[in-house]
């Protein structure tokens, strides 16, 4: 636990640290003169404000999107299906995270080119593939962090004992109301955990939106850029500081909620 | 609650320690880092590279070499199997070569300052900022017996020599290229306006080179389009002129759909249709052109461009096997098949006996007018590069943050 902390929370205080420096704009040399002047850039030129925007907005729809698909999925994995299809669903569930990241997102790629299989599909009905894009990208990240959405709700519903369901028949609940007032509250911190990956993944990615997301860039292709191509490691690491805050933010409204507790 | 103490109590001590290492940083970093500051202002005049010891003679082979590289400068025959120079090499002297390769020349200089790599080939946008940082030595030409049959209009220029020392050995030079789908792009364009102006009629399936320096490419069409801006040269932009490039670009990133900096992603949208369009090195037609109805043309208002160096890293452990490699790769033959798997011209002038018929004569190679027509990347700095005094011209730091904003 104390090497966690100095390893974990050391490097986050030397990236702040790093934030405070300028490198020079020449031969990329870092300055170590403290000084404001990455953040007040971050603040003041809209781009930033905007990429932020997007980034979040993209990490909010694939959490939102991977809980509604991951949700009848888990249920019937838990539910319904015989332990033997219960055993097989699993299996099927965790074999596509054997596969490379790169391989994955290079298959939407694919998918999603303007030759590829969805304009074949689309075709017929006078339509085009979107081609690459912030779409492209939702919809390859949904499909990446799907798994870790499924299984901390398939746990969560496993856990969940069939004679509180068949109580709540007994009493005269539907199907809504055992759903609304059984399920989902006991479910809700499986939910919250498997929004936490899905979530900070999108947030972090860089490579799928530079593999999918055409001309986009999200905060950590910035990041990215700035450190390979702009040789620019302080105003990277200032960068760096807002998915950092933004999860903080998240990770106490999760705090609140009292779901960590329950895990 | 104990548990958390503990927590605390580590994130503390962790903070402690990262405050502590920053100091040290500060304490002795403080003076290079004032070095490099003055080194950045006495740029142009009189610029004082650090103090990096030059080889002065040869030893034994290391048997190890690390090249950093663009792609197609080190072929050792696994894209191609008759294009191959480093295997040669490799049984010449016995220095295995690792390849590494990096799609812009702001990849090459941070991962040059990584300190792992022994040789690089640099452009001009590069170079100068590796030789200010100190990341690569001065090159003693003497212990390079082919560097003598190189052309004498690539030796000594600002770009690769400090004060009339080489920091390197030249490579070869060429010119950025637009390339087209000749099933889709009709009429045949003959300027860079059909990828500015024009860039409506492909919107979407518009492609451009991922890195700052591309505003250059902007800035020579406006040179050409719009002389009242008096664009002079277009690595020397005044706030103003920028301002009109990011414009021009702001514009076309509209209908841009992908950057490339990979040249293998340029080519793979090329063949699936997802780009139709857009500026290219000749490597990269010469691959694409299997299988996809690719053409490239020089446009009329001629072309950024690239004239290339090969440099030792200041801390290579290999230094001898690094000598082995810039003789080797400026020697007639690997000169002359770089440049033709590559498409540029080289800087050996007994290469262009070695090449295909005609081939020299179409890069116009050592055609000393022709080369000085082709705008060479270079690093924007404070000090115009075309002479003005009376404005400060605008940064490469500048330009990476407009290229941020214009990608939006």
């Known amino acids: 636990m104390l090497w966690l902390g100095v390893a974990y929370l050391g490097a986050l205080a030397a990236l702040f640290i790093t934030a405070l420096w300028t490198a020079n704009g020449f031969t990329g040399n870092i300055e170590r003169t403290w000084t404001l002047d990455n953040f007040r850039e971050l603040f003041s030129q809209e781009v930033y404000r905007t990429i932020t925007i997007r980034t979040l907005l993209t990490a909010v729809g694939v959490t939102i999107i991977d809980a509604v698909i991951a949700f009848p999925v888990a249920l019937y994995m838990a539910k319904v299906a015989s332990p033997r299809a219960q055993r097989l669903l699993v299996i099927a569930i965790l074999t596509p995270l054997w596969a490379s990241y790169l391989v994955k997102a290079y298959a939407w790629r694919g998918m999603f080119s303007s030759s590829g299989p969805i304009d074949w599909l689309l075709s017929p009905f006078g339509l085009s593939s979107p081609g690459y894009g912030l779409f492209a990208t939702v919809v390859t990240l949904s499909y990446l962090w799907l798994p870790y959405m499924i299984l901390p709700m398939y746990a969560g519903l496993e856990r969940l004992p069939n004679s509180l369901l068949e109580a709540s028949a007994d009493l005269g609940a539907g199907a809504g109301v055992t759903m609304r007032r059984v399920i989902l509250p006991v479910l809700f911190p499986a939910v919250v955990a498997g929004s936490i990956f899905a979530f900070s993944l999108t947030l972090g990615d860089y490579i799928a939106v530079q593999i999918v997301g055409g001309a986009n860039q999200m905060l950590g292709n910035v990041i990215y850029d700035n450190v390979l191509k702009g ?27 009292g779901a960590l507790e329950n895990l | ?67 950093l590289a663009w792609p197609g400068y080190a072929e050792d025959g696994s894209t191609d199997k008759s294009v191959d120079w480093v295997t040669p090499f490799e049984e010449e002297t016995g220095c295995q070569v690792d390849v590494k390769y990096f799609g812009t020349s702001d990849e090459a200089v941070t991962l040059m300052k990584s300190g792992q790599y022994d040789v690089v080939s640099a452009s001009g946008d590069a170079t100068l900022r590796l030789i200010a940082a100190g990341d690569v030595a001065p090159v003693n030409t003497d212990l390079i017996p082919n560097y003598a049959d190189e052309w004498d209009f690539l030796k000594d220029r600002p770009w690769n020599s400090v004060n009339g020392q080489m920091y390197g050995v030249p490579h070869g030079y060429g010119a950025n290229l637009l390339m087209y789908n000749t099933d889709v792009v009709s009429p045949e364009p003959t300027s860079w306006g059909a990828v500015f102006d024009g860039a409506a009629d492909y919107s979407g399936k518009v492609t451009s080179y991922d890195s700052p320096i591309y505003i250059a490419d902007a800035a020579l069409y406006l040179m050409k389009t719009q002389p009242d801006l008096g664009i002079e040269d277009p690595y020397a932009l005044d706030a103003d002129q920028l301002a009109a490039a990011v414009d021009l670009l702001k514009a076309q990133r509209e209908h841009v759909g992908e950057y490339w900096s990979d040249y293998l992603k340029e080519i793979q949208a090329f063949q699936t249709g997802d780009s139709v369009i857009g500026t290219t090195w000749q490597v990269i037609v010469n691959l694409a052109e299997a299988d996809t109805p690719v053409k490239a043309i020089l446009p009329e208002e001629g072309a950024t461009g690239w004239s290339d160096t090969w440099m030792i890293g200041a801390d290579t452990e290999h230094p001898n096997c690094s000598y082995a490699w810039l003789n080797h790769i400026t020697s007639p033959e690997a000169n002359a098949a770089v440049a033709e798997w590559f498409g540029e011209a080289p800087a050996n002038s007994k290469a262009c006996d070695l090449t295909s018929e005609g081939f020299c004569d179409s890069y116009h190679a050592g055609d000393e007018a022709y080369a000085e027509q082709i705008h060479y990347w270079t690093t924007p700095i404070e000090q115009c590069l075309d002479g003005r005094t009376d404005v400060t011209c605008t940064t490469y730091q500048e330009w990476t943050q407009a290229w941020t904003e214009i990608k939006g």
């Not at chain 1, 690491?237 to 950092?244: D, H, M, S």
């Not at chain 2, 958390?4 to 040290?24: N, W």
């Open chain 1, 231 to 257: 040789n620019n490691l302080p105003f990277a690491a200032a960068v760096a500081t807002i998915p950092v805050v933004i999860m903080l933010v998240y990770l106490a409204a999760v705090r609140r909620t």
């Open chain 2, 1 to 67: 609650m104990r548990n958390r103490r503990t927590f605390a109590g580590a994130a503390a001590l962790g903070f402690a320690l990262a405050v502590s290492l920053a100091a040290c940083g500060t304490d002795s970093g403080g003076d290079s880092g004032a070095d490099s500051e003055e080194q950045a202002a006495e740029e142009q005049g009189g610029f004082t590279p650090p103090d990096i010891p030059m080889a002065s003679e040869l030893g034994d082979n290391e048997g190890a070499l690390s090249v």
